[in-house]
T-cell receptor, first 116, second 110 residues
Framework: GAGVSQSPSNKVTEKGKDVELRCDPISGHTALYWYRQRLGQGLEFLIYFQGNSAPDKSGLPSDRFSAERTGESVSTLTIQRTQQEDSAVYLC??????????????FGPGTRLTVT | KNEVEQSPQNLTAQEGEFITINCSYSVGISALHWLQQHPGGGIVSLFMLSSGKKKHGRLIATINIQEKHSSLHITASHPRDSAVYICAVRPGGNNNDMRFGAGTRLTVKP
């Protein structure tokens, strides 16, 4: 079946502009995660959605970052007034259940964001 | 000090060698994951474990909860195993986030 998809695959934007990144999780997966990977660095957790519960936003680095998800479908990550330090690969992952339930994550291919 | 430490940072092996990658963590966890990141950037989940040992093909993952340590072993390594291997832990309690190691870059030469 189809895996996690993300769009766009690459995005180049000017400093100060807003960007919106999209994630389509695997159908039926209730949990959805956004991560960031800066060049040469490890993955960083950004935000977690589980069904219709309030999202866990504890990883968002600033109030310029926000994310939405309607039900168990598509999620969008929005970065306002982009800065050069926002340049990174943004990865989305989905899971059939919350991790504590013992389910693995399935990663999308990522969106490479470059802020010039 | 990072909450998740991996060693070695880089590893070069000859085809056929037995590979071990180590992960130590400093927080209480509910689960530990081993991920594989291919040169093109795609990430695949290899294992999720909270105790004991799991095996999938040539890959074996072990975890010692008391020692807060996990190892990923690759038997009969092959050039296609070349990738970055990432250890990630989900903290215990009500945490939903994941804490990631910096990764181990493995190169297997033919």
């Amino acid at each position: 079946g189809a895996g996690v998809s993300q769009s766009p695959s690459n995005k180049v934007t000017e400093k100060g502009k807003d960007v919106e990144l999209r994630c389509d999780p695997i159908s039926g997966h209730t949990a959805l995660y956004w991560y960031r990977q800066r060049l040469g660095q490890g993955l960083e957790f950004l935000i977690y959605f589980q069904g219709n519960s309030a999202p866990d936003k504890s990883g968002l680095p600033s109030d310029r970052f926000s994310a939405e998800r309607t039900g168990e479908s598509v999620s969008t990550l929005t970065i306002q007034r982009t800065q050069q330090e926002d340049s990174a690969v943004y990865l989305c992952a989905s899971s059939p259940r919350q991790l504590a339930g013992g389910y693995e994550q399935y990663f999308g291919p990522g969106t490479r964001l470059t802020v010039t | 000090k990072n909450e998740v430490e991996q060693s070695p940072q880089n590893l070069t092996a000859q085809e056929g060698e037995f590979i071990t990658i180590n992960c130590s963590y400093s927080v209480g966890i509910s689960a530990l994951h081993w991920l594989q990141q291919h040169p093109g950037g795609g990430i695949v989940s290899l294992f999720m474990l909270s105790s004991g040992k799991k095996k999938h093909g040539r890959l074996i993952a072990t975890i010692n909860i008391q020692e807060k340590h996990s190892s990923l072993h690759i038997t009969a390594s092959h050039p296609r195993d070349s990738a970055v291997y990432i250890c990630a832990v989900r903290p215990g309690g009500n945490n939903n986030d994941m804490r990631f190691g910096a990764g181990t870059r493995l190169t297997v030469k033919p």
